[in-house]
């Protein structure tokens, strides 16, 4: 086989894959639990040619910041994404858009940088510490070889930093409060 055919039984290996992954994680996301919550999470992000690590920082009640250090045979890239994240399927299972910046070096080419865009799914494992994600990076190159490129990677990730769960009267305060009336403070 020539390196340069398509080969369309790896593209339905990965299709096959990535659908078992989502079938997967609905089917974990319908046991009953309380979501995990979390601040801080960091692990490993593996895709097709590329390895390397992942932090995830909550900075609001909806969004994270994420960095990623990655490296594929060729290159070495750090990367900084914002995210937005929405449920799904109860609160431990959403998805994720975001966008942002990344820069690098490339081998017999020399400093790299662009930006990016992400879309993705999350679970948070139920009991355990654990984050898993599967999502579509696509970088557009302002300094590269090539001006596009898609990545996609799953990543798992260990809950360093778990959020306050909210207490019994916070919860039924968040019940009986309509969504747009603030507290008024007393001064």
Same mark, same amino acid.
Request: charged share 30%; no cysteine; glycine share 0%.
């Given at each position: 086989m020539m390196g340069g055919c +398509?080969? +369309?039984s790896s593209v339905l290996y990965h299709m096959k894959k990535i659908l078992l992954l989502g079938l997967g994680l609905s089917v974990l996301s319908c046991l009953p639990a309380m &979501?995990?919550?979390y601040k801080t999470a960091a692990g490993l992000r593996i895709g097709s040619d590329e390895f390397g690590l992942t932090i995830q920082q909550k900075v609001l009640e909806k969004t994270t910041l994420e960095g990623l250090l990655t490296a594929s045979p060729r290159e070495i890239t750090a990367t900084v994404l914002a995210e937005q994240h929405f449920p799904m399927l109860g609160r431990r299972f959403n998805y994720y858009v975001g966008g942002g910046v990344h820069g690098g070096r490339l081998k017999d080419y020399g400093a790299i940088y662009g930006f990016d865009a992400i879309a993705g799914i999350e679970y948070k494992v139920n009991g355990l510490p654990f984050l898993l994600s &599967?999502?579509?990076?696509p970088a557009f190159h302002l300094r590269h070889e090539e001006w596009f490129n898609m990545g996609g990677a799953f990543s798992i990730r260990y809950v360093l930093v778990r959020e306050k769960p909210p207490t019994p009267g916070e919860i039924i305060k968040g019940i009986f409060t309509p969504k747009g009336k603030k507290k008024k403070k007393k001064d």
């Open positions: +398509f080969n +369309f &979501a995990q919550r &599967a999502d579509l990076k």
